[in-house]
């Protein structure tokens, strides 16, 4: 263990010779600001390799106008620091984009972070040394770093995807994604403007895009369900009773399944079980509350199909209800599984196609062929537009891992050992590389979570295993291969006891062409926590430690 951020060229009692840090991490999103912190806490010394230009990841670069986090602001922030807890104001109930972000760039200049972060800079190839059990990282700016452990904090959503549609280079106007929204902004006023896409990005754009520009006309291929979010502004006497009893708050929040939403009435019946009325009042209050928790009304919804029909019939009602063209609401309704693509909250989404300057075009059954110089053109109808907006999603979970040229012990790389679709131990860890860890990685629960929360038990695990591992005086930890096999299996079974494999959703990989089709998150956060504990107890169970 090195003291200093320095360069150590001091031999090790592992058998490491040389080393430039202890840690290289990979990404300066929540999860590599709080790794860079605890590690340095350890007294590691640590180097952060970040492509864009500041801290924040999925809130740097998602600045598409509308982007909000659909986990509540009192909620969806660092639990690791009680001051900071405090000090902090929310201002919404849900934050914008911009608020998460200035909290991002809040708590690096708080801890100094950027001291250790190289910006603009992108890891573009890791290589396991066997003779000196540590990772050489090769970056974009021609550097090379030796670390004797690898972080990929690089984030569940951080990979963007455009559809395979010929002609996007042709357009001649204004081409976006959600999530590479530029610095600067996007001139909208008096433009004619398209957007493809209506996932979570879409919803929460379209409304506000609405307001700004001239004509708006949505492509959509799926229609979405969405649940109000009812964003409002935070009641201070809210925020200053929860910060009276946060440790309390947080507490109750970590035994939820998804981290979350303790303080939401929760319901162990089934749907089954009750009167309409009472389903129907569930419903309604669930609705008017706002918030992805509208699947928590009942205890079956998301494992039973006809259980989960009545909670789309409460939905197509309310669309029908708002929508005041018959034609559009028809359009607009799903016919899926709610809540088996991710549910999407919204504001005032429905709402919005009883604009005059909103059109919707159904592309399900007339895809768009190609991107012309001057709009795009479906089989049967051509459209033209200035600006035309991607809210196509990502390569969700394992995008930004396989973007990087990962080599591990006897030169497997991580593309072919996860050629199958990705496979590891906890979500954190890949038999084949030492030393080597994703912090919310397929196979964890992540993004069914509130991930900053699971974020921080990642890093927590991690930098105690490093310390462990030290106190030992050992050189590597590597995951057992019949872990692996258990591991996944695991994930599976409780993904197969639910609605989820239903559909084609990001969580399964089905919106990326050639995608092995495989669920990479894992449901239920505390059984998750309490697994990871009992690992370490069992001085890391299913590990090689030598
Ligand atoms: P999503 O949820 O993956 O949504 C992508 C959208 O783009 C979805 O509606 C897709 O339709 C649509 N899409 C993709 N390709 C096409 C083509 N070729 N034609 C028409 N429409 C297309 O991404 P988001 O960015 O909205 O959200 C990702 C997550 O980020 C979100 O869940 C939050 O957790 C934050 P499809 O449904 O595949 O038919």
Redo the contacts with the bound molecule.
């Keep these: 263990m090195s003291n200093s951020s320095s360069k150590s060229s001091e031999g090790f009692s592992n058998g490491l010779t040389s080393s430039d840090v202890d840690v290289v991490v990979v990404g300066a999103g929540f999860a590599g600001m709080y790794m860079l912190h605890r590690l340095r806490m350890c007294g590691y010394s640590v180097r952060v390799f970040e492509a864009g230009t500041d801290v924040g990841g999925?809130w740097y670069w998602?600045r598409y106008p509308g982007a909000r986090c659909?986990v509540e602001s009192l909620e969806y922030s660092y639990s690791f620091d009680a001051d900071l807890e405090q000090d902090w104001e929310w201002t919404e109930r849900y934050s914008s984009q911009p608020e998460i972000l200035a909290y991002a760039k809040h708590v690096a200049d708080r801890f100094d972070l950027r001291s250790d972060i190289s910006f603009e800079t992108r890891v573009e190839t890791a290589d396991f040394d066997e003779s000196t059990n540590s990772w050489r990282i090769q970056t974009s700016d021609g550097g090379a770093t030796v670390s004797r452990f690898f972080v990929m904090a690089t984030g569940c959503?951080s990979s963007t995807?455009l559809?395979?549609?010929p002609g996007i280079e042709d357009f001649e106007g204004t081409t976006i994604h959600?999530?590479q929204w530029p610095k600067e902004g996007v001139q909208l006023k008096d433009k004619r403007v398209a957007i493809?896409?209506?996932?979570?990005?879409?919803?929460?754009a379209i409304p506000v895009l609405a307001e700004e520009c001239k004509e708006l006309t949505v492509?959509?291929?799926?229609p979405?369900y969405t649940i109000p979010a009812r964003n409002e502004p935070l009641e201070t006497a809210r925020q200053v009773d929860v910060k009276s009893r946060y440790r309390e708050f947080r507490e109750a929040n970590f035994a939820m399944p998804q981290a979350l939403g303790s303080e939401i009435p929760k319901f162990n019946d089934s749907i089954h079980d009750v009167s309409e009325e009472e389903r129907l009042r569930r419903f309604e209050n669930a609705w008017e509350r706002g918030g992805t928790l509208f699947m928590s009304s009942f205890n079956d919804v998301l494992v039973d199909e006809s259980a989960n029909e009545y909670a789309q019939d409460f939905v197509r009602e309310k669309i029908s209800e708002i929508v005041e063209d018959p034609e559009v609401a028809a359009k607009l309704t799903p016919e899926h599984i709610i809540g088996c693509?991710?549910l999407?909250i919204d504001t005032d989404y429905f709402a919005t196609f009883n604009r005059p300057n909103v059109q919707l075009v159904d592309?399900?059954g007339d895809?768009?062929q190609e991107i012309t110089s001057s709009g795009l053109a479906t089989q049967e109808k051509d459209f033209e537009f200035d600006v035309l907006i991607?809210?196509?999603?990502?390569d969700?979970m394992t995008g930004s891992i396989l973007r990087v040229a990962i080599t591990g012990r006897d030169g497997l790389t991580i593309q072919e050992k996860w050629s199958a679709g990705p496979r590891t131990y906890l979500g954190l860890t890949v038999p084949g590389f030492p030393n080597m860890f994703a912090i919310s990685g397929p196979g964890s629960p992540s993004?069914l979570t509130n991930m900053i929360i699971s974020i921080e038990q990642h890093v927590e695990w991690i930098s105690d295993c490093i310390r462990w591992l030290d106190t030992k005086g050992a050189s590597t930890i590597e995951a057992l291969p019949a872990a692996e096999d258990d591991w996944v299996d695991h994930v599976n079974a409780k993904a197969e006891r639910t609605l989820f494999p239903g559909c084609?959703?990001?969580y399964l990989g089905?919106?990326v062409p050639g995608k092995t089709r495989v669920f990479m998150p894992l449901l239920g956060f505390p059984g998750y926590v309490r697994r990871c504990n009992q690992v370490a107890e069992n001085d890391y169970e299913g590990f090689v430690v030598q």
Excluded: E, Y
């Design positions: 999925t998602n659909d959503l995807t559809p395979d549609i959600t999530g493809i896409g209506t996932g979570s990005s879409g919803v929460q492509f959509q291929r799926t979405q693509k991710r999407v592309v399900s895809p768009i991607f809210a196509t999603g990502f969700a993004v084609n959703s990001w089905a919106n």
